[in-house]
């Protein structure tokens, strides 16, 4: 699986968009982009995924560089509520498969 | 509808003790997973099971066993506790490898 790379922490203002990067310049052709999100200790929580193409949905947007060597998690309105560690990953499968969460981004939305 | 649910939630066990993890989901998923968080880390994959009848180990499978009982259940056994095995541990499923996982809400284990 291809290693990623996001900084440690990042602050938000509340109501503003917050942008998480990820560098993953080893990700092959068949692997996804993934980012799942972990509030507290409580179990991850899934965010949105994508190949390529950019991805919208009701949570978040995930811009995916031509190249496919880095993306970003755009969360277009942070609430305090979105304070948590934020994990990108990429997976596939080809008969043996793994998921490998990195250390992720501690994100810290303030009022 | 529960999703994916962890049993027990808190548990504490002398070192050489043993004890089953047990894990359930109702979403019809195909592939389920075992992960161990240590404080401060992300999450290390221990076993997964791509369908039901196969498993497979992942990272850090040292020190555990697993049975995928059948499509729902998926249970991690610790056949002789150590301290190192002290986490938090959460199972996940899928519908497929990529597909998004959902994860339970982790068990808390600590070994004295």
């Known amino acids: 699986d291809a290693k990623t790379t996001q900084p440690p922490s990042m602050d938000c203002a509340e109501g503003r968009a917050a942008n998480l990067p990820c560098n993953h310049s080893t990700i092959s052709g068949n692997e996804y982009v993934y980012w799942y999100r972990q509030i507290h200790s409580q179990g991850p929580q899934y965010i949105i995924h994508g190949l390529k193409n950019n991805e919208t949905n009701e949570m978040a947007s995930l811009i995916i560089t031509e190249d496919r060597k880095s993306s970003t998690l755009i969360l277009p309105h942070a609430t305090l509520r979105d304070t948590a560690v934020y994990y990108c990953i990429v997976r596939f499968y080809t008969g043996g498969f793994k998921t490998i969460f990195g250390a992720g981004t501690r994100l810290f939305v303030k009022a | 509808n529960a999703g994916v649910t962890q049993t027990p939630k808190f548990q504490v066990l002398k070192t050489g003790q043993s004890m089953t993890l047990q894990c359930a989901q109702d979403?019809?998923?195909?592939?389920m997973y075992w992960y161990r968080q240590d404080p401060g880390m992300g999450l290390r994959l221990i076993y997964y099971?791509?369908?039901?009848?196969?498993?497979d180990k992942g990272e850090v499978p040292n020190g555990y066993n697993v049975s995928r009982l059948n499509k729902r259940e998926f249970s991690l056994r610790l056949e002789s506790a150590a301290p190192s095995q002290t986490s938090v541990y959460f199972c996940a499923s899928s519908y497929g490898p990529n597909t998004e996982a959902f994860f339970g809400q982790g068990t808390r284990l600590t070994v004295v």
């Open positions: 099971s791509a369908s039901e009848g196969t498993t």
């Open positions: 979403m019809n998923h195909n592939s």
